[in-house]
T-cell receptor, first 114, second 114 residues
Framework: KAGVTQTPRYLIKTRGQQVTLSCSPISGHRSVSWYQQTPGQGLQFLFEYFSETQRNKGNFPGRFSGRQFSNSRSEMNVSTLELGDSALYLC?????????????FGDGTRLSIL | SQKIEQNSEALNIQEGKTATLTCNYTNYSPAYLQWYRQDPGRGPVFLLLIRENEKEKRKERLKVTFDTTLKQSLFHITASQPADSATYLCALQGVLYNTDKLIFGTGTRLQVFP
């Protein structure tokens, strides 16, 4: 069974640009969550989608948005990029909603802002 | 605010010994606690999940305890091996306070030397 796939693996952008990251969950998984990981803050929850609906949202500005498609694939978008957005962005999928469910992570997209 | 603390300093132990990692939390009543392993450049990998009404959980050389009175979880690796070297993250999830998002600690790096 294929794991969670995130594309691209690495991305370099400049301030003010926008970026879209993609996540393909494990087949059959309907919940997709996104996290930002930085050395100083650790893993920070961005949002969770289930059946194309946002179920939970973390404490990030509105520049961070996401969506989920009918095949459970998900994308997240960051607009008006700032230097502080440089981070590893991780996607995780699970069978159902987050309750009592292990999260299966992809290897992330490393985003660098110049 | 909710806070999860893991020892930020690396834990260095000799092969064959038992490694014990600590996860403390405040201002939170989690229903579940999970432990993950993360290797450099990779996403976290799920290891164990323990519920609030369980005191202990085991899986092969791994053991997790959960003390809701002390607000602490201990993660043990017995007969540790150099291949166990990684960063270990604890994550808490509760259905109280109008959120069930998974909150991660910043992780403890374990180094097992021969």
């Amino acid at each position: 069974k294929a794991g969670v796939t995130q594309t691209p693996r690495y991305l370099i952008k400049t301030r003010g640009q926008q970026v879209t990251l993609s996540c393909s969950p494990i087949s059959g998984h309907r919940s997709v969550s996104w996290y930002q990981q930085t050395p100083g803050q650790g893993l920070q929850f961005l949002f969770e989608y289930f059946s194309e609906t946002q179920r939970n949202k973390g404490n990030f500005p509105g520049r961070f948005s996401g969506r989920q498609f009918s095949n459970s694939r998900s994308e997240m978008n960051v607009s008006t990029l700032e230097l502080g957005d440089s981070a590893l962005y991780l996607c995780a999928s699970s069978l159902g909603v987050m309750d009592n469910q292990p999260q299966h992570f992809g290897d992330g997209t490393r985003l660098s802002i110049l | 605010s909710q806070k999860i603390e893991q020892n930020s300093e690396a834990l260095n132990i000799q092969e064959g010994k038992t490694a014990t990692l600590t996860c403390n939390y405040t201002n939170y009543s989690p229903a579940y606690l999970q432990w993950y392993r993360q290797d450099p450049g990779r996403g976290p990998v799920f290891l164990l999940l323990i519920r609030e009404n369980e005191k202990e959980k085991r899986k092969e050389r791994l053991k997790v305890t959960f003390d809701t009175t002390l607000k602490q979880s201990l993660f043990h690796i017995t007969a540790s091996q150099p291949a166990d070297s990684a960063t270990y993250l604890c994550a808490l999830q509760g259905v109280l306070y109008n959120t069930d998002k998974l909150i991660f600690g910043t992780g403890t790096r374990l180094q097992v030397f021969p």
